[in-house]
């Protein structure tokens, strides 16, 4: 039987609203193994699933989830922002892993906190990090898996080969256990040298089949894809599980 590359749904995955439970619900459905999401953190320290740190109040004015506590956030938006601890309950009742995509560094330590207190190691990584948000969710605590997220002006200024080498130094220095890397920038010899440092590669963000094909059979560990649909329809066509 071949082995396929880990379904990471994208939030917003099948045309469902973006950071929302029922996205996180449909990619489930859909046969995600992975399901990533937006992670920012109100004043009081409640990680919420949001893009972006600013968000419109239904008073017509602007303000930032950092500097607003979570009843304010709650009371002031019109629709409902979920928090970090109520997808982990349905990512963790699914058995299904969680890719915490952090927008800022300030939810290092509260992430931590929780992942310690619901004692989900096994089903959270990190991503969102380039080598200095690593360093420090690393020295933070070490038991978080990570990804590195690729600087892709390193991809621009040195040649393909020694900015991949470069990369996987920085994610070894890091204590990163992967890459997480846009598809753009994958080719074969990423692949191979990413495998001489025992680090495999998560993409993003895929979502045509036939590029998903292209991907999986290039041996990558995990493909994000906003068309979970898609990529599940060429596991079954490549493994033959579910046919």
């Given at each position: 039987?071949?082995?396929?590359?880990?379904?990471t749904?994208?939030?917003?995955?099948?045309?469902?609203?973006?950071?929302?439970?029922?996205?996180?619900?449909?990619?489930?459905?859909?046969?995600?193994?992975?399901?990533?999401d937006?992670?920012h953190?109100?004043?009081?320290?409640?990680?919420?699933?949001?893009?972006?740190?600013?968000?419109?109040?239904?008073?017509?004015?602007?303000?930032?989830?950092?500097g607003?506590t979570?009843?304010?956030?709650?009371?002031?938006?019109?629709?409902?922002?979920?928090?970090?601890?109520?997808?982990?309950?349905?990512?963790?009742?699914?058995?299904?892993?969680?890719?915490?995509?952090?927008?800022?560094?300030?939810?290092?330590?509260?992430?931590?906190?929780?992942?310690?207190?619901?004692?989900?190691?096994?089903?959270?990584?990190?991503?969102g990090?380039?080598?200095?948000?690593?360093?420090?969710?690393?020295?933070?605590?070490?038991?978080?898996?990570?990804?590195?997220?690729?600087?892709?002006?390193?991809?621009?200024?040195?040649?393909?080969?020694?900015?991949?080498?470069?990369?996987?130094?920085?994610?070894?220095?890091a204590?990163?256990?992967?890459?997480?890397?846009?598809?753009?920038?994958?080719?074969?010899?990423?692949?191979?040298?990413?495998?001489?440092?025992?680090?495999?590669?998560?993409?993003w963000?895929?979502?045509?089949?036939?590029?998903?094909?292209r991907?999986?059979?290039?041996?990558?560990?995990?493909?994000?894809?906003?068309?979970?649909?898609?990529?599940?329809?060429?596991?079954?066509?490549?493994?033959?599980?579910?046919?």
């Amino acid at each position: 039987m071949k082995s396929f590359p880990l379904i990471t749904a994208h939030t917003g995955c099948m045309d469902t609203p973006t950071n929302s439970l029922l996205s996180i619900e449909t990619g489930i459905s859909y046969g995600a193994d992975i399901i990533e999401d937006d992670i920012h953190v109100t004043r009081d320290g409640i990680l919420v699933l949001s893009h972006d740190d600013t968000v419109r109040l239904e008073n017509g004015t602007e303000s930032r989830i950092s500097g607003m506590t979570f009843n304010e956030l709650r009371d002031g938006v019109s629709t409902l922002i979920p928090t970090l601890e109520q997808a982990l309950e349905l990512v963790r009742n699914a058995g299904k892993i969680m890719n915490l995509d952090l927008k800022t560094d300030l939810c290092i330590a509260p992430v931590s906190d929780l992942v310690e207190r619901l004692g989900l190691h096994d089903q959270v990584f990190l991503t969102g990090c380039e080598y200095e948000s690593a360093r420090k969710a690393q020295e933070h605590n070490p038991r978080l898996f990570k990804l590195l997220n690729a600087d892709v002006r390193i991809f621009k200024t040195l040649s393909y080969t020694d900015a991949i080498r470069k990369t996987c130094d920085h994610a070894r220095s890091a204590g990163c256990l992967g890459l997480n890397m846009p598809y753009q920038l994958v080719q074969p010899p990423l692949l191979e040298i990413a495998a001489d440092y025992s680090l495999p590669v998560y993409i993003w963000t895929v979502n045509e089949e036939g590029q998903i094909k292209r991907f999986a059979e290039m041996g990558v560990r995990s493909i994000t894809t906003k068309n979970v649909a898609a990529a599940a329809r060429v596991k079954r066509e490549v493994t033959g599980i579910g046919l």
